[in-house]
């Protein structure tokens, strides 16, 4: 856009500096009057000049307008084009951040069963210590024999013994 302004503004410039001549042109020929005869015969030079430079600058403003008007388009059409680029960008981070997303879920869905799976076995193989330290005629095996009898092993009534008092590391 800046340089639309100074283009405008040398455009400007030149179109003053025109005008100016012109009008010294016009005043010079008012001080020096040409014969009658001449005037109405063939139109002078300066005369040529200076209409076609009325017509030129006439023209002139259309066409800075249109190339304005032309800048103008060509701005907003990259100021679309970035703002469509960022909103692509914007789209695709997303689906890459779903998309990581999915695999840690994934992931999660794999490892979970496998992290259960130590932590049962690991639970078991505590339940299957503590009961062989149980001593036999202890009132704690009594106990835990009343206890154990309504569940389908010594080992997961142990288990959940041993959770119930927080004796899993």
Same mark, same amino acid.
């Given at each position: 856009?800046?340089?639309?302004?100074?283009?405008?503004?040398?455009?400007?410039?030149?179109?003053?500096?025109?005008?100016?001549?012109?009008?010294?042109?016009?005043?010079?020929?008012?001080?020096?009057?040409?014969?009658?005869?001449?005037?109405?015969?063939?139109?002078?030079?300066?005369?040529?000049?200076?209409?076609?430079?009325?017509?030129?600058?006439?023209?002139?403003?259309?066409?800075?307008? /249109?190339?304005? %008007?032309?800048? $103008?388009? @060509?701005?907003? *059409? =990259? &100021? +679309?084009? #970035?703002? !469509? /680029?960022?909103? %692509?960008?914007? $789209?695709? @981070?997303?689906? *890459? =951040? &779903? +998309?990581? #997303?999915? !695999? /840690?879920?994934?992931?999660?869905?794999?490892? @979970?069963?496998?992290?259960?799976?130590?932590?049962?076995? !690991?639970?078991?193989?505590?339940?299957?210590?503590?009961?062989?330290?149980?001593?036999?005629?202890?009132?704690?095996?009594?106990?835990?024999?009343?206890?154990?009898?309504?569940?389908?092993?010594?080992?997961?009534?142990?288990?959940?013994?041993?959770?119930?008092?927080?004796?899993?590391?």
């Amino acid at each position: 856009m800046e340089s639309i302004d100074r283009l405008l503004a040398e455009l400007r410039a030149e179109y003053q500096e025109s005008q100016k001549k012109s009008a010294e042109l016009k005043s010079q020929r008012i001080v020096q009057p040409e014969p009658l005869w001449q005037a109405n015969a063939v139109p002078s030079n300066q005369a040529i000049e200076t209409s076609g430079e009325n017509l030129h600058f006439g023209g002139f403003d259309q066409d800075l307008a /249109q190339v304005k %008007a032309e800048y $103008e388009k @060509q701005d907003q *059409a =990259q &100021e +679309i084009a #970035k703002q !469509e /680029q960022l909103l %692509a960008e914007d $789209e695709a @981070q997303n689906k *890459a =951040q &779903e +998309i990581v #997303k999915q !695999e /840690q879920q994934q992931v999660e869905t794999i490892v @979970q069963p496998q992290v259960s799976v130590k932590t049962h076995r !690991e639970k078991v193989r505590q339940a299957q210590v503590w009961l062989k330290n149980l001593s036999k005629d202890s009132d704690e095996r009594f106990w835990f024999d009343q206890f154990a009898f309504k569940y389908s092993s010594r080992i997961d009534a142990a288990i959940d013994y041993l959770q119930a008092v927080n004796e899993f590391d």
